[in-house]
């Protein structure tokens, strides 16, 4: 279960770095580029991804 939630994470982690770099730009070929609002919902996104990995990861006892 751990690693499933690890997986989800780390998904949500890696779509926010993706939402962001194109909304700074970086990674053309999208509506998406260069629209500094997807770089907002990018770092939240990333955010959200990091709190789900703390959480997968927690002791819980």
Do not use: D, E
Not at 47 to 52: E, K, S
């Amino acid at each position: 279960m751990r690693l499933t939630k690890n997986l989800l994470a780390l998904i949500v982690l890696a779509v926010g770095a993706l939402w962001s770099l194109q909304g700074i730009g970086v990674v053309g070929g999208s509506f998406m580029t260069g629209q500094s609002q997807w770089l907002y919902i990018g770092v939240v996104t990333m955010l959200v991804g990091l709190i789900g990995l703390v959480w997968a990861n927690r002791s819980s006892g």
